[in-house]
């Protein structure tokens, strides 16, 4: 992290879920016999001198006012003839008859909406980028199924046009995992959609990182000859992996406290130590009822919360399961059939889970998915209404913003239009739960990062220069 | 059919059913009252479409129902010609990782050329993607094997019916070929040798047509391929099925049409990512492109040039165009697929004909299918909007002139979830 505010602002963060069943980290800070609280939690967290920490710099942004747009907010309300004004990076008012301060640049957005920017709980841009070839798979570790040392942040190309298509549909945050190869796959990150020279430079500052664990018939399968090749032997190998993590983290959460010599760290162990510590969020790849049950259990052995898991094709026969724990679930509207544990799918997942009271998200796991993210929550959106379940405009919304926001651990700072939030925000042509609706303009942190009518805030990768075409149709032919 | 199973147990907004007649009689439908589409000429307001023993009899603003009629209100409603999905194996395929379940591959690397492989004898009439395309709109597929540089030949399909003679609508409809990428992988790896392997193939099968009786007797040099083979790109060459070709690249769209020339079979190029590059020869050879709308990444070598209007530049130079999710799984998002080649710039109702007509086209079946007009086959969808909208689900679907039941496995499944407080376990919830 590039500001000493970072760190502060990391420990000060408490996240429901994820601080339930661990020890405060305010605790450590006051026991530390006198050493720096913060160097303590750096120490703990695998990010000693920062090293590794996010560079990402906002792009310039000035001061706008949107002005007259349908503003769906993601928090319950959809204001007709609305305004927002961005300022200092933040959403700064949210209503009806703004005025513009003096510096403020206008946009006049009649017959426009206006959303939170669109969020991705589950990619594998720059893991598996585009073109697809043998040189660029980079998302799965798959030499032993536990691997909880690789961070898929150094595996991601920032050259991957997909980061740019996925703007160009509306989405500005998104979580790039690791591959389901892997019973514990390694470290994810959530980055800014904001293409840079490295993928450092796009890490969203300040963010939890996440692991990636898998469930089912993916491990299974890889690792048939060696083992695990059972679902009984999946679960053995996640209960080893943290048991011997537990002790590692016991190791140093004495020497936080006590001091002493600091202890040998162990990359893997340390990851699933932050884990227990519930400053790691997990993010479980599992499709069956079946297997998000036992994820649940494990959990529950080893004191630590799932925050979402992902694909989840089975969500709907474990909603209430999914309420009680306050898990969120990521969810496709309607995939199905390439595998056996996709095969009971129904296309009311979302609105089924959503309806029970948990967290639905709509997740792509796709790099096409990922730019028609509008139109596949309004799809959700539409089985669930034709089944008579009750999904509101502002619910559907909140399947792509606010409630992927949380699976991350930013729902203070991303994922609707409230005042003091980033100004991460979408102008659309129109309804975007409509198939013909465009992103117009794309705002990251207050700054312009896409704009549909001109060519020069269209961001390009060096991959596509000289050797594919430009297209700057933008639908408007 | 009771009135429950057409409004659908899931909910779907009921259709109004003015009179019911017992199923053993005559099957005599009217839709009345609706925008009907007929994709072969333009929008009627307030028509009425009248079916009677599974096929159009008549349609138009001034048709009469019959009292025999059973009356379908689609006051308010659109009406289109059942979708066509023209890439498809539905029926071939249940789970893509369960072997077992496939039936839609016999070429590998060892054997690239299966030309004579008819997949339609393991068609499975009991499939659940059947139920599931159906009732999103999809009445009629292309389905077909994939693999390979020649993988066999495609059959058109309607979805309805208890064998797969039933459900045939055409058989052997076309053959089923590759040279992009992953095709030239199991051809030796390089471009050229691809295309070698197609002509010698070619050859063979020209040279055997010409001396058939001296094979049959012995007397005939070694050929490349089976007399099987051989024999099944005898339509090909004479130009009576379409060869498709699945190619991304506009440089291999050019070597197909060159092809094509040489031996004198009638293309049609699948994929076609960057079609829109060579879209005046495309059009100069009246080669129709069967694409994925939603396509614009580069996501391989052969790809760098996609873009997402490549469906209404080649329909503005004159290339007929069809679309596919080319997913078997997901057959009713062809809707949104071609919502998006609007959102880019195609014509509306040249949107709904890559979906209905020009699939029917391609696979020399538009005599019966792909639009609304008397004495086609009575596939036909009622939908309470636009048919693209993301938020459109179809109220009715007819197959063959029947009203099919609004019921798949996911319905099946959505109503043993729909609560969770009943007590016994879910196994006991069911009809």
Known sequence: MSRPTTLVLLLSICLGAGCASVPSREDIGHETDGRDSLEVRRALAGMSNGAWESTYEPLPARTTLIRNATVMTGAGEEITGGDVLLADRRIATVGRGLQAPADAVVVDAAGRFVTPGIIDTHSHLGVYPSPGVEAHSEGNEATDPTTAQVWAIHSVWPQDPGFTHALAGGVTTLEILPGSANLIGGRGVTVKNVPNRSAQAMMFPDARMTLKMACGENPKRVYEDKGPSTRMGNWAGMREAFIEAAVYREKWDRWARHGGEEPERDLAKETLAEVLRGEVLVQNHCYRSDDMVNMLNLAREFGFQVRSFHHAVEAYKIRDLLARDSVAASMWTDWWGFKMEAFDMVPQNLALVSEAGARAILHTDDPTGIQIMNQDAARAMAYGRAAGLDVTRDEALRWITANPAWALGLEDRIGTLEAGKNADIVVWSGDPFSVYTHADLVYIDGALVYDRSSPEVQPRTDFELGIRPADTSGGDR | ?431
Request: charged content about 20%; proline content about 7%.
């Open chain 2, 1 to 431: 059919m009771s009135r429950s199973a057409v409004a659908g147990r899931a909910g779907i907004a009921a259709i109004v059913i003015l009179a019911v007649v017992p199923p053993a009689a005559a099957q005599e439908i009217a839709i009345v009252g609706g925008t009907v589409r007929p994709v072969s000429g333009p929008p009627l307001d307030g028509a009425t479409v009248l079916v009677r023993d599974g096929r159009i009899v008549a349609i138009g603003t001034d048709v009469e129902a019959p009292e025999s009629a059973r009356v379908i209100d689609a006051t308010g409603k659109v009406v289109t010609p059942g979708l066509f999905d023209p890439w498809s194996s539905i029926g071939l395929v249940e789970v893509d990782l369960v072997g077992s379940t496939r039936d839609e591959r016999l070429a590998d690397e060892e054997d690239p050329v299966t030309a004579a492989f008819d997949p339609v004898y393991g068609l499975n009439p009991g499939s659940t993607l059947i139920p599931w395309a159906r009732t999103g709109g999809v009445t009629t597929v292309a389905t077909g094997p994939r693999g390979g540089l020649i993988a066999g030949q495609a059959a058109v399909i309607d979805l309805v019916g208890g064998t797969a003679e039933e459900m045939l609508a055409e058989p052997r409809a076309a053959m089923i070929a590759a040279l992009g990428e992953d095709a030239v992988a199991s051809a030796g790896g390089a471009r050229g040798g691809a295309a070698l392997r197609l002509r010698e193939v070619m050859e063979d099968a020209r040279f055997w047509a010409s001396r058939r009786a001296a094979f049959d007797a012995g007397d005939s040099r070694e050929l490349s391929e089976s007399r099987l083979d051989l024999a099944a790109l005898q339509p090909v060459l004479s130009g009576r099925i379409p060869l498709l070709v699945q190619v991304h690249r506009a440089s291999d769209i050019l070597a197909v049409l060159a092809l094509a020339r040489e031996y004198g079979f009638r293309p049609v190029i699948v994929g076609g990512a960057e079609a829109w590059m060579v879209a005046g020869e495309l059009a100069a050879a009246n080669t129709p492109v069967i694409l994925k709308p939603l396509t614009s990444l580069p996501s391989a070598f052969e790809r760098l040039g996609a873009r997402f209007d490549n469906a209404a530049l080649l329909a503005e130079a004159g290339v007929p165009v069809a679309f596919s999710t080319f997913e078997n799984h997901r057959a009713p998002a062809i809707a949104q697929e071609a919502g998006n080649a609007v959102r880019f710039g195609l014509d509306l109702e040249a949107a709904l004909r890559a979906v209905t007509l020009g699939p029917a086209e391609i696979y020399g079946v538009a005599d019966r299918y792909g639009s609304l007009e008397p004495g086609k086959v009575a596939n036909l969808v009622v939908w309470p909007g636009d048919p693209f909208e993301t938020t459109t689900l179809p109220e009715a679907v007819l197959v063959r002139g029947r009203l099919v039941p609004m019921r798949s496995r996911q319905t099946d499944l959505l109503e043993r979830y729909r609560t969770l407080d009943e007590g016994r376990p879910p196994a006991y919830r069911h009809r």
